[in-house]
Structure formats: C-alpha cells, structure tokens
C-alpha cells in the first residue's frame, strides 16, 4: 500500500483526463442502477407477496367476476384461515395521466389478511365506520398533496359515475417493498351502488392458508370445486399471481437488460482506450521505474491499480448519486413505478461490475507495461 | 489553406486500436439512440395508426378502453341509424358492433397472456381497410371458426391455420391469419359476434364503429348520441381513442429512451475528448510543424475537428449497422388501459437511421472542440521544442 501515493500521483499528473474518465464511469454505473431499479420496482410486488396467501379470480380472464356466494364456500375449504375480496375499480383521478390503483375491498376482513397495510389504531376504527370513506397510501398522498377528511372525486371507467371518497386514513407498509400508492375504500358501497345485474360480484379473493405447504393443494381442492360451474376458477399463489402481471409488462425487462449491457460495454471500450493510452504515454517513465529496480509484478499492480481506482471511484459516485437521487425525488414513473427506489443488491452489483470494468480495462495496459523492454523503451527517448 | 482531409485519415488509421475502441463507444450510444427510438416508435406506432381519423367509436361515458365499455343492443341500433354514417354500395351503414373479452392464452414461451377476442360483422373489414387476410380464409358466420392477427398467430400457442384453439369451453378452428399493418389488431382473435354473444354469454356489445361520411359531421353526430337520454355513451375519433391509450406508456418509453440516451451521450462525449485530448497531445510535435509550414490557426482548428467528426461518424455508422437487426423484431407489452397484450414491431426507419448519425457527429463535434482549439493555440516555437 505504500505505492498507493505513487498511483494517485500518477492520476493527478493529467487531472483532465482522470476526471473524464471518471465520470464516464459513474454516468455508465447510475444508468446501469436506473435501469436495474426499473426492473427490481416491477418486482416489488413479489417481494411483498406472503406464501401463506392465495389469490382465486375467475379461471377464463380477468374481466370476468366470481359469484359473492364463494365466499362461504373458499371459507370451509380445509387449511384456509381467512378469506377477503375486492374488485379492481379502475378508475381515474382528475387526468388519466394520474394513474394509481383502487381496490373496492371488504374492509372488516382484509386487514386480517393484509397485516402488512399498516393503518393506526384510530384511523383504522374511523374508515370502517364510514361506508363511503377511503385510505389511501403515505406516498400516494404525498403525490397528490392529500390529507386525512379530503375528498378525491374519482371518475369510474368499470364503474360508471362521478364516485367521491372521504379519506379517513393513510396507511403505510410495514416493509419498503408494500405498495403505497393505492387506494382502499368499501367493496360494500361500490356493491350497493350498483345495478341489480351487476351486484354481489367479486374480482378477486384472496385465502389465507394455514402453511405454505398446503397452497398446491388447496388451490386443486378450489379449483376443482367450481370446475364444472359456469364460473370456474384459478386458484394460484400471490406470487405466481404477481408474476402474470409482471409478464405482462413483457420483454421490456429484457430489452432493458439490453439496453444496459451496450451501456456499460460501451463505457468499458472507452476506459480501456484511455488507459491504453495513459499508460503509452508514460513508456519512458515506466522504463525509468524498471531501470530503478522496481519488478515486472509491481508495475503491473502500479498500472492495473489505477484502473481499479478510477474504476471504483466512479463505481461509488454513479451507484451513490443513483441511490440518492432517486431517494429524494420520489420517482414513480407516472404511476408506473410506484416503488421506485434503488436496493442494495443494486448497488453491490453495480460496484462489482464497477472493478470488474476496472480490471478489465487494466489487464491490457497493465500486462504491456509489466513486458516492457527496458532498452527498446528508452531508445525511444530523443 | 485547407489541411487535406488524406491526413486525417492517415491519423486515424494509425492510431487502429484507440480509433477502433472510441469509434465502437460511439457506436454503441448511437446503437442505444436509435434502439429506443425504434421501440418507442413501434410500440406507438401499434396503437396510434389502430384508429383511422373518418371512424369514429362510441364507448360507454367512462371508458378509456373498449373492454370496459357497454353498448346495448337498442343503444347500438340507434347509433347506426345516425345520418351522418357513411353508406356501404349495398345501402346500408358503414357501422359495426363488436364484442370485445380478453381471454387468458398461453404464450408459445410457456407464459400465459390476456388475449383480446374481437367479434365482428362483416362491416368491421370494410371500415379497416388495412386488415386483410395473408393466410387460410376468412372465418363463415355462424360456424365456430376465427381468423388470427399476424404477431398472435407468431407469438400465441396453437395458432396456425388448421389448430383449434379453446374459449369458452368451445373448440374454435382457426381458419385464417390476418394482417393488420402492424396495428393493435395484429394481436387479436376475431371470429363471428353474433355467435360470440351466446358462447361468453355477454348479452351486450362493447363498441360501435362507424365511418362518417363527411369528417366535418363528427362534432354534430357526437354532440347528438352523448345528449340522448337513452344511452350514457362517449363518441371520440378512432385514432385519438386508441392513441390514447398509448400515451402514458409510450410517453415513458420515450422518456426512458431520451433519459438514457442523453446521459449516456455526455459519457461518450466525455470518452471523444479524453481520446482527441490524447491524440492532440501525441502530436504537438506535428501540429508546431503544420503551424510552422503555414497552415492558419483556423485550419489546424479545422482539421481537428473534422477528423473528430469523421471518427464519430465511423462510429455512427457501425451503430445503424448494429441497428439495422433490430428492426422488425416482435415483442409484446400490455396496453394498460385494457390489460390486454399488445404485441408490435421494432421500426427502425431511415429517418432513425439519420438521427443517429447525426447524434454521433455532435457527439464528435462537442468531444473535439476543446482539444482543437487546444491544439490550435499551441506556440509554434514550444510545440516543435517538445520531444
């Protein structure tokens, strides 16, 4: 380590060019962390879904409802300990550029299903004893400058109508990957306001069972229940649930995949070109190092070090300002990222790649110096 | 006196590696420039030419997508009995109504999709002219048969002419592939809407669509059917309507796109300097000699910046190579207004190509600037002194 001195005064010696280098870096690792935190943020909802949770929708397609009288029956089901439902209600806020998802659920059950909706004691009491009350997420209501007693009007595209929602509660998730940008009210008052043709209708239900080990056989045992009913079932767990919708969103993730690999490849020609050339400029100076006694292997740790260190520097501003920025400006995509926040793991891969970045851009100029020829370099001298 | 473009293109060509390595980075920004202008463009372009501007669609008041929507069969009548709709030879409306579900069908990857089923009359291919049939046969009413759009038959199991595909707990032939001309079209299934009503057991349609036969009527057509107390309906453009439902997604594709693109520009700008920086530095020796033999500042300037231009452009253009591949590939995402798949091409179109060479060039430009006039600026007698 008492080189490191040496390979810091040899990146100050052209201040220019280290800093460009640097930055080019960082700006490839916080791309790299943007379109990494895309992906991880459509994940979210794995992450928060609970293998003792079962999600049961109708067995053709999404648009279809299930009958309000399977309750008691998914109920009775042996292994499931809780039942809740809700319908997706679709609808939009002022512009439908305001996109955030409403759920019309069955407010005495579903915190028994959903612990991780975290709502005070007071304002959990006030949203059940309203009918036509709403609890809407902490960063929902942050975006939207909400508080506790406004009314969001709300125009429904499933359900047609202007729909008013007091909001007597916000709630919070217990860990960071919970969603909380949506907004909960009665599955009672939607159902009450509805014609007679459309009511007691469900969207979903979800089953809570008694271990994760019973989810493939309690969703056979509901599924083959409705199987011959004119509204059968699919019965399959939060997470795979999840992981249709996030399907859905389709090959973006892998063209984001793309996307960042020519980005951080892209960035690592650049690098290895500058320090190429760094290190071509010095011949004479690693000549005179060599002729001084120091070994083959000590230049190459001289050289390949400075790439590392530049490398790495760059690493921990791109991932720390990608980090940061994204903390504090509470990006969400227009509503299509509504957990978008930048994990560790991200970060750590990104310092990886960083010194992988640096190791590879100073193999080469760091093995050519290790080789360098004493005499043939300092021929060169005028 | 012009410095002859020979020498630098002599310069370039002795420096391989460092030409090679920069020019490759700056392919691979302008590569990622017109890719995301290649997808955002197909992805809009699917939604946004779905509609054509003489049709016009009536949804339920509330609906932004037709699968959400209500159109009763008195509702729907009425509607075609409106004037201002255009007439087909035979004399009557140009108008159909359709029947719009999303089914759950397994993708050819193994994942499973929501597809949209489209009932349809035979008005519906008169008044989408750019649909038409490049396989098999059109689907006969009252059978239970159904035609395919070109990127479901790609993408969607079990759907080449001569399969059946299950819905409804019906076994439904597949008669026909169609071609849409790469509107949302291309990702649906389309068979007979009067069977189609029994078989989802859906008493009502989704949608009316009509041709109006003067484009200057649709504001008195709309302002009639969304006052009619017997219907609670909303008459919008079909283009607009559909493009719509593209706005927020392809609004963030391209924001992603010129997000990335951007900062990753300033990273290849920053990589253009670092190498004319260096290629400045190797050479003051020769720009004192240039100097010396008479060439103006301005020239030296010049040349500078134009062998920067040229290296970027050599880049530029092994990124439209690279490009080039991409176009045509199909890929699907959700059209989130409906939540059904909506499949569509990349389009890499010359005027992409265009754009990226010229990104490339300013990216040359803005990374040789400094280091030219750098080297412009040297003094003659210092810089031939230098070893």
Known sequence: MKFFRLILANLMRSKRRTFLTTFSIAIALFLFCTLRTVITSFEASLRASEATRLVVRHGASLVFPLPLSYEDRLARVPGVTGVTYGNWFGGVYQDPKNQFAQFAMDVPTMFDLFPDTVLPEDQKKAFLAERTSCIVGRALAKKFGWKIGDAVPILGTIYPGDWRFVIRGIYEGRTKDVDENTLFFHWDYLNESLPQGRKDYVGIYWLRIASPSMAAAVSERVDDMFRNSSQPTKTETEKAFQAGFISMIGNIQLLLTILGSAIVFAIMLVTINTMMMAARERTTEIAVLKTLGFSDGLILRLVGGEALLVSLVGGVLGCGLAALIFHEMDFTGGGFFPNFRVLPETILAGLLLAVLMGVLSGVAPAVSAARLRIANALRKVA | ?387
């Open chain 2, 1 to 387: 006196m012009r410095i002859p473009l020979a020498y630098n293109i002599r310069n370039l060509a002795a420096r391989r590696v460092s030409t090679i390595l920069t020019a490759l980075g700056i392919g691979l920004v302008s590569w990622v420039f017109i890719f995301t202008l290649a997808l955002a463009g197909g992805f809009q372009s699917a939604l946004q030419t779905t509609g054509s501007p003489q049709n016009a669609i009536v949804v339920r008041n509330g609906s932004t997508a037709e699968v959400t929507s209500i159109i009763d069969r008195e509702s729907a009548a009425a509607i075609e009995s409106q004037p201002e709709i255009a007439k087909s030879p035979d004399g009557s409306a140009l108008a159909t109504h359709e029947l719009v579900v999303l089914w759950n069908l397994p993708r050819k990857s193994g994942t499973t999709t929501n597809v949209v089923v489209r009932g349809v009359t035979a008005k519906s291919f008169a008044l989408r002219p750019q649909v038409h049939l490049i396989q098999g046969r059109m689907f006969r009413p009252g059978l239970e048969e159904v035609v395919v759009g070109a990127l479901a038959h790609e993408r969607i199991a079990h759907c080449l002419v001569g399969d059946k595909i299950r819905l409804a707990g019906h076994e439904w032939s597949i008669v026909g592939v169609f071609d849409a001309h790469g509107t949302s079209f291309d990702s649906e299934i389309w068979g007979d809407v009067q069977l189609f009503m029994p078989v989802f057991d859906r008493p009502v349609y989704q949608s009316v669509t009509f041709r109006l036969d003067e484009p200057s009527h649709f504001g008195a057509i709309q302002k009639r059917l969304e006052a009619d107390p017997r219907m609670s309906v909303r008459v919008h453009h079909e283009d607009e309507f559909y493009a719509a439902q593209s706005a927020t997604l392809a609004a963030l594709l391209r924001g992603l796109g010129l997000f990335v693109t951007l900062i990753m520009a300033l990273g290849a700008v920053f990589g253009a300097l670092n190498t004319m920086y260096a290629a400045v530095g190797s050479r003051t020796k020769e720009i004192g000699t240039l100097l010396a033999l008479g060439f103006s500042r301005g020239a030296v300037l010049v040349s500078f910046l134009i062998e920067s231009v040229m290296l970027a452009l050599f880049g530029g253009f092994l990124g439209c190579l690279l490009a080039l591949p991409v176009n045509g590939m199909a890929t699907s995402t959700t059209n989130f207004a409906s939540f059904s798949e909506v499949a569509f091409r990349f389009q890499v179109t010359p005027q992409m190509l265009l754009a990226g060479m010229i990104f490339a060039a300013v990216m040359g430009a803005l990374g040789g600037w400094f280091p030219s006039r750098n080297a412009s600026r040297r003094v003659i007698v210092e810089a031939l002194r230098q070893a």
